[in-house]
């Protein structure tokens, strides 16, 4: 084909006018080319110091949450804070010390104190820190050596551009970030200073880089957790339901994390794993995702042989070194045995849960019994309220129905109680009831005695002496109280009788002697001898009148005298009824009720008296359905005081004495009942039997034994005396201020069994025998202690052999230390909430076919189940459900909201609750250091955690 000369002229222009452009373009855009790299350089610059500068934030936020001392290069400094070190002087005034800031004032107190009996001087400087500046340069970061983790961030463009960083710690000014508990909010900056270099591309570099962030850093408590596994934790001991095993609430593993390679186990993580000293492995292997982040291999939640882990897992690569010593071992301690019957003691004072099911035992015959308590009970001071007046108890009260009462009835009724100390609380009180009728309230101590006798002794020896007068023997019949004598009218009518006949006499000037003692008689002069007169029918008639004043006068004489007798025997004899506390702590014989003269109520004094009823409430704290674990008492028409007591038509604990006598008066027989009617009967004399027939406990409890509280209180076979009591309670009592202070960060790791078997809450108590510091063999959960009331504070056991679920169960709730704990098999779900620390978790598969979920206290659907079980509740409302119609930070709460927003929240069970699930580890905060000397048990710093949890509240990158 011929070409067109016209077109290839017109491709030759297109390709010389492609060239002149190409020409143009390079001629023109040199200096574009030299702005993008320079955009480039400056954007990298940027990101190199963006991710110095966060990197640096995150080293920082870690050190202060591991509690670091820092040295000049921004490395750890090792010499600082080393455990067992003694040398508090150099480690609370290290000017890096991170852990200053995270002191509480409690905490700095304590600190000052110690530094003050140890050095013998105040410290000169402030322990506390608010605010940390430091300045390091990018060389010394770079000596920390390859491996450490700022130095995976500092390239050559960064050591040329940046000459050093400031770091700067800061307690924030702000009133919004005031600490509400032990949390500490910290302000932590880093600056990038740049290099003074004007030669090299950082000079690109125009603005300082930035970055700033606030943290709160909060003591990380073993309540947090619902699981703290010892050794490893293997996910296929689990089943393979679908169901299976869930945790709500974190879990910390003291080892490895061991996740099965094949199979499907129903195992989920819904919060956050903590792994000690071990690994995540798949059957002994690490732990590694065939696609991470992959859509069908996702780390958090699709692991194909498992649930997953929704929260994640850290790893800590720091045991706590407690957990492997917790459970096992031989321990020797000194041989002091003061320790167990100091917690007996105070167990006994405080500890509601030991009493929940006692009820009060009689044992005796013909009115005189002696009382006691179940044998896992003990008679309790009575100390919470209502109980004194004017800082002195009131051991004798008359009631209003006695105050008001008739003289003639104030007249059968005395109550003398022995002068008690003002020191000496009751443990019992008897209302004392005659006839139906209540009279008198008596309050009994340790050592006690009160006797209440049915006749005022004063009165009737007043009485006696009117009448048994010989110059008054007729003239002051009216001045006797025949009414209040009680006696018949036939004294009177005798009286009035003689009266008359020498009043009729004296006209005929006829009388006797005695005659002149009427009132009637005034007459000075009269005949006493009818001798005198002569006529015959007049000196018969004398005669006659005479012997009928002789034959009056000793038919009143006869009566007078025969009240005298019986007024002279009643005096020396009144019926009282005597009660007696034992001087001995001890459930086994501690109240006894006794009469003395009760055949006297034969005399006419007390003739109208038909039943005589002691009701008696005694104090042992029990709070068995009771709404209220600080004072026992249930609310509304059952409220009741401390203590086996109810009220009510049968529940009474009340001995019912009851005369029967003839139509003239007579007693035939005295019967004694019990408050429903039955007998107390000689079938007693020798066999302990319910002083109640209605027994309100859950299960039949136990007659007194032969130890005074249980196989499981240290006190002597017959119990204490007061004054061994007294004597305990000082030395269980001791001024720990006059103790000398523990070594600077004293450990007790080596005896953290020791301290998790007792949670010695007072540093003076002496050790313990070693034969009582070992854990329980068996606890099997009861549906009795879930029950809401059954508990002070939190439901707790530490340290068991085995813990037992039944299948009934559907909720255990508490703070448990179990060396295994098992689940038996069961036909419904079943939920933990709060802390478990297990070594062996074993879990029948019928178990985990219907579900086992593991909250912790604060899990949401660990509150959920806790407020529907009504652990949580509104106390002060009617209605207990836990709604509010106004915030908690409301400023015009009243007192009851404020304290039903506390109650309705899991806090308040950490204010009563176990203090060592208040630690941050189970390595101890109180406990002993040496197994070969004699000391006292010792604490560390008051408040001072060792595990750290840590949050970045906000975080802003930015330019200067």
């Known amino acids: 084909m011929k070409r067109n000369p016209q077109q290839g002229s017109v491709l030759i222009g297109v390709v010389l006018a492609l060239g002149f452009a190409g020409f143009a373009y390079v001629a023109t855009s040199t200096s574009f080319f030299k702005s993008i790299t320079q955009q480039k350089a400056k954007t990298e610059l940027d990101v190199l110091s963006k991710s110095l500068t966060n990197a640096i934030f995150n080293y920082t936020t870690y050190a202060i949450k591991e509690r670091w001392c820092m040295d000049d290069n921004w490395g750890r400094d090792q010499k600082c804070g080393a455990s067992g070190s003694a040398d508090m002087k150099g480690f609370v005034t290290h000017p890096r010390n991170l852990e200053r800031f995270l002191w509480s004032k409690t905490t700095l107190n304590d600190m000052s104190n110690r530094y003050e009996k140890i050095y013998g001087s105040v410290p000169t400087k402030a322990l506390g820190l608010s605010k940390l500046e430091q300045n390091i340069s990018i060389t010394s970061l770079e000596s920390l050596g390859e491996s450490h983790p700022l130095n995976l961030v500092i390239d050559d463009n960064i050591k040329k551009c940046l000459s050093s960083v400031t770091v700067t710690i800061e307690k924030p000014m702000a009133s919004y970030y005031k600490s509400q508990g032990d949390e500490v909010y910290l302000l932590i900056s880093v600056k990038g200073n740049l290099s003074a270099n004007p030669l090299n591309r950082c000079s690109l570099i125009k603005q300082t880089p930035v970055l700033k962030g606030m943290v709160i850093v909060y003591p990380k408590t073993l309540n947090q957790y619902a699981l703290i596994k010892a050794e490893d934790f293997k996910i296929s001991d689990y089943g393979s339901s679908n169901k299976g095993l869930d945790f709500y609430g974190p879990v910390y593993v003291q080892r490895h994390l061991i996740i099965p390679s094949a ?124 109980a004194s007046e004017n800082g002195k108890y009131i051991y004798n009260t008359y009631m209003q129905s006695f105050v008001n009462a008739q003289p003639s009835t104030k007249n059968q009724f005395a109550v003398e109680v022995k002068d008690e100390p003002v020191e000496v609380k009751p443990i019992m009180e008897a209302y004392i009831s005659v006839n139906g009728r209540e009279y008198a309230k008596v309050l009994l101590g340790r050592s006690s005695e009160a006797k209440i006798t049915f006749g005022n002794k004063e009165f009737y020896q007043k009485q006696k002496e009117i009448l048994d007068t010989e110059d008054t023997t007729y003239l002051d019949i009216d001045k006797v109280d025949l009414n209040g004598l009680r006696v018949d009218s036939s ?67 006869t009566k007078q005298h025969a009240l005298i007798t019986d007024l002279t025997n009643f005096i020396s004899s009144t019926p009282a009824v005597v009660l007696k506390t034992s001087a001995l702590l001890s459930n086994k014989e501690d109240v006894k009720i006794s009469w003395e003269n009760r055949d006297s109520f034969k005399y006419p004094f007390v003739s109208n008296i038909e039943s005589i009823k002691f009701r008696f409430n005694v104090y042992d704290f029990a709070i068995e359905e009771s709404n209220n674990t600080t004072s026992g008492l249930r609310a509304g028409k059952n409220q009741r005081l401390p203590g086996p007591n109810e009220y009510g038509s049968n529940g009474e604990n009340a001995i019912n004495y009851e005369i029967s006598r003839d139509n003239k008066g007579n007693v035939q027989k005295i019967e004694t009942k019990r408050n429903d009617g039955t007998n107390l009967d000689s079938a007693l004399a020798s066999n302990w039997g319910l002083l109640k027939s209605e027994n ?106 085995e813990c037992v679920v039944p299948h009934d169960l559907d909720l255990i709730f508490g703070f448990y230390v179990c060396e295994t704990l098992k689940v038996e098999s069961r036909t419904r779900p079943l939920n933990f909430v709060g802390t478990f620390i297990v070594k062996n978790l074993r879990i029948d598969a019928s178990a985990l076919s219907n579900g086992v979920n593991f909250y912790s206290l604060w899990s949401t659907g660990g509150i ?87 949050n970045v509240i906000w975080l802003r990158n930015g330019a200067e």
């Open 491 to 557: 004294l009177r009518n005798a009286y009035n009788s003689f009266e008359d006949k020498c009043d009729d006499a004296k006209g005929d000037d006829v009388s006797i002697p005695e005659c002149k003692k009427v009132k009637k008689h005034n007459k000075t002069e009269v005949a006493t001898d009818c001798s005198t007169i002569t006529k015959n029918w007049e000196k018969e008639k004398c005669i006659d009148t005479i012997k009928e004043l002789n034959q009056r006068k000793q038919n009143y004489l």
């Open 696 to 801: 309100k406990s859950y299960y039949n409890p136990e007659p007194p034994g032969n130890t005074p509280g249980g196989s499981n209180i240290n006190y002597p076979v017959d119990g204490l005396s007061v004054a061994e009591a007294k004597d305990l309670d000082k030395k269980c009592e001791v001024d720990t201020n006059a103790l000398p202070p523990p070594s600077w960060d004293v450990s007790f790791t080596e005896h953290t069994q020791f301290s998790w078997l007792y949670n010695v809450t007072n540093p003076g108590i002496t050790i313990v025998d070693p034969a009582q510091v070992k854990p329980m063999p068996l606890y099997t959960f009861t549906s009795q202690d879930m029950d809401v009331g059954n508990y002070q504070g939190v439901p707790t056991r530490s340290i068991v052999k």
């Open 263 to 386: 199979g499907k186990y129903g195992v989920s993580f819904k919060d956050k794993v903590r792994i000690g000293e071990g690994i995540l492995q798949v059957d002994g292997k690490p732990f590694k995702p065939d696609t991470p982040g992959g859509l069908d291999n996702q780390y958090l939640s699709q692991i194909p042989t498992m649930n997953g882990f929704l929260n994640g897992v850290s790893l800590e690569a720091e045991v706590d070194e407690g957990l492997p010593r917790l459970f096992g071992g031989a321990y020797d301690y000194p041989t002091n045995v003061n320790m167990a019957m100091c917690k007996s003691r105070k167990d006994l004072k405080d500890n509601f849960s030991l009493t929940k099911n006692s009820r009060l035992f009689v044992k005796g015959s013909n009115g005189s019994y002696t009382f006691a308590l179940s044998e896992s009970n003990e008679f309790r001071e009575y100390i919470r309220n209502g």
């Open 864 to 950: 959920e189940l806790l407020r529907e079980k009504r652990h949580l509740r509104r106390e002060k409302a009617k209605n207990e459900e836990c709604t509010f119609t106004k915030p908690g930070w409301f400023t015009g709460l009243d007192e009851d909201t404020l304290a039903d927003y506390q109650s309705c929240s899991p806090a308040k069970f950490l204010y009563q609750g176990a203090n060592n699930f208040n630690w941050t580890t189970i390595d101890p905060e109180i406990g002993i250091t040496d197994a070969n000397t004699q000391v006292t048990t010792q604490s560390k710093v008051v408040n001072r955690y060792r595990r750290y949890g840590a």
